[in-house]
């Protein structure tokens, strides 16, 4: 029975779901958002509310006890001096999980996991997610060599810049004349 055992287990043991808790807190906290399992979007969300509520108090007990959380001081340094100030007027509720859909591989459900409020953070990641291809669509294509040979020619620079770049190489060749 599971008496008193709250959360998923994640079909990890205790260190490993506790390293894995760590590192993607230590991620949200550096990217604003990450794209990961409903279930393990789901169990992260109390680990990192409660890290941003210590970040929020901002006392020296609560940035050790944030540490012994996420053991990395650079993810500590950032929750303290960013995101906690961020949610100063905020009473809980600091992430959010949007729901993707499920993975093309093993067709677990995925989800983006992001802090409230850094939605410009996740509209960039989108935004590149869209220009990354499938290994599909990244085949040579007939269009794409004449393409190559015009970035492989070098580019012709505008009459101002020329006649600016010859003005300079006479007047560094007067230069040393001028010295004698």
Known sequence: MRHKRRGNHLSRTASHKKALMRNMAAQVIEHKEIKTTTAKAKELRGYVERLITYAKKGTLHHRR???????NKGAVHHLFEEVGP???????????IIKLGNRKGDAAPISIFQLVG???????????????KSKKDKA????????????AAPEEKPE?????????????????EDKE
């Open 65 to 71: 006890l944030a540490f012994k959380l996420l053991q």
């Open 86 to 96: 961020a949610f100063e007027g905020r009473n809980g509720g600091y992430t959010r």
């Open 118 to 132: 850094y939605e410009k953070a996740a509209s960039t990641a989108t935004a590149q997610d869209k220009k990354k």
């Open 140 to 151: 040579p294509k007939k269009e794409a060599a004449p393409a190559a040979e015009e970035a």
């Open 160 to 176: 101002e810049e020329v006649q600016d770049t010859k003005a300079e190489a006479a007047e560094e060749t007067k230069k040393p």
